[in-house]
């Protein structure tokens, strides 16, 4: 059963898988509120660095490894001590991962991640993705909401979204992550949380865009706003709850990612306003920004849906058809007027 807020939870055992900027923040906080946690990461001499430093240089230098946080370069050996599982990687890699994992996986273990996006070759979101790989039997739970790694590796007041079909593993997941500094909340819609963890970051690169041509805080507000309605038409489409995009994991992200210069997708966009190519600001970057692929998926999932994103179709013809940004938004604003 889960905890009561405010008593002790058990010290479960937590594997995380991804060793990024994400992965180390969240493996760093399950073991800075008392959870045994072992990081795995793809790259074998960087994850021996990460053990020999106690600290992931390259992304999260200030935040050094509690004792109960463990670095292990044997993808077998960091899960087989786990009872819940925790996948961070880029959405690319989610399908791959969750192939490896699923052999390994033993009667009891639970799965979570912290992925966002659909998967570009099939249109699938997370959650499709875990059942088609690892069947209808385990406990599955994704974790999304206004995050940034650097902000939770170091302590500083957070609060997120744990969805789950399993009322009872949503739970202990938010408790398990849950401390003096960082709250986590609970939501049985997996569908709207996973909906607005994609679509924001479509959003947050034509943020960037309009902020980096200078149009101004009343251009930004409007995309933000209006890009709330995009995302929830294309939520309620695909069976998500309409309360769901007022809360943390849609309304919540999406104002983080497109107002502050830490989210890799507003700097990408700030990049393109700036005249660099999409290679070049990836690379300037030197992380992966989801909402590249992302303005593909999303577009073609609303295509599948029959629902209207206009401002995500304008973001997707300024990055792969070559469309001027000051034509995408005489596009936008030339539409025929309507009621909000």
């Known amino acids: ?175 398990a992550l849950s401390g003096q500094n960082f709250r986590a909340y609970t939501s049985p819609d997996i569908v709207g949380v996973e909906v607005g963890g994609a679509v924001k970051n479509v959003l947050a690169i034509g943020t960037g865009i309009a902020d980096g041509m200078g149009f101004g805080a009343n251009t930004r507000i409007a995309l933000i706003t209006r890009g709330l309605a995009e995302m929830t038409r294309l939520g309620l489409a695909l069976g998500a709850r309409a309360e769901t995009f007022m809360g943390l994991a849609a309304l919540g992200d999406l104002v983080l990612t497109c107002t502050d210069d830490q989210s890799r997708n507003r700097r990408f966009g700030l990049a393109i306003a700036a005249g660099r190519t999409a290679a070049e600001a990836q690379r300037e970057i030197g992380q992966v920004v989801e909402g590249v692929q992302a303005a593909r998926a999303v577009r073609a999932a609303a295509a599948r849906a029959g629902v209207e994103m206009p401002i995500a179709e304008q973001v997707h013809a300024i990055l792969y058809e070559g469309r001027d940004v000051r034509e995408a938004v005489r596009a936008l604003m030339g539409r025929e007027l309507r009621p909000e």
């Open 1 to 175: 059963m889960a905890e009561r807020p405010g008593t002790a939870a058990p010290a479960v055992p937590i594997a995380v898988l991804g060793a990024g900027s994400w992965g180390t923040a969240l493996a760093i906080q399950f073991a800075r509120a008392g959870h045994p946690t072992v990081l795995w990461g793809r790259d074998r001499e960087a994850t021996l660095r990460l053990a020999a430093e106690r600290c992931n240089a390259r992304y999260l230098p200030e935040a050094p490894f509690p004792a109960a946080l463990a670095v292990e370069p044997d993808f077998e050996r960091a899960v087989a001590g786990a009872v819940d599982v925790l996948i961070a990687v880029p959405s690319h890699a989610l399908r791959p991962t969750l192939e490896r994992l699923a052999p390994q996986l033993a009667p009891g273990q639970r799965v979570a991640w912290a992925t966002k996006g659909f998967e570009l070759e099939s249109g699938l979101l997370p959650h499709q993705v875990a059942r088609a790989v690892l069947g209808a039997g385990v406990p599955i739970a994704v974790l999304s909401g206004p995050t940034f790694a650097r902000e939770v590796g170091r302590g500083l007041p957070t609060a997120m979204t744990v969805a789950s079909p399993d009322a009872e593993f949503a739970a202990e997941l938010a408790q």
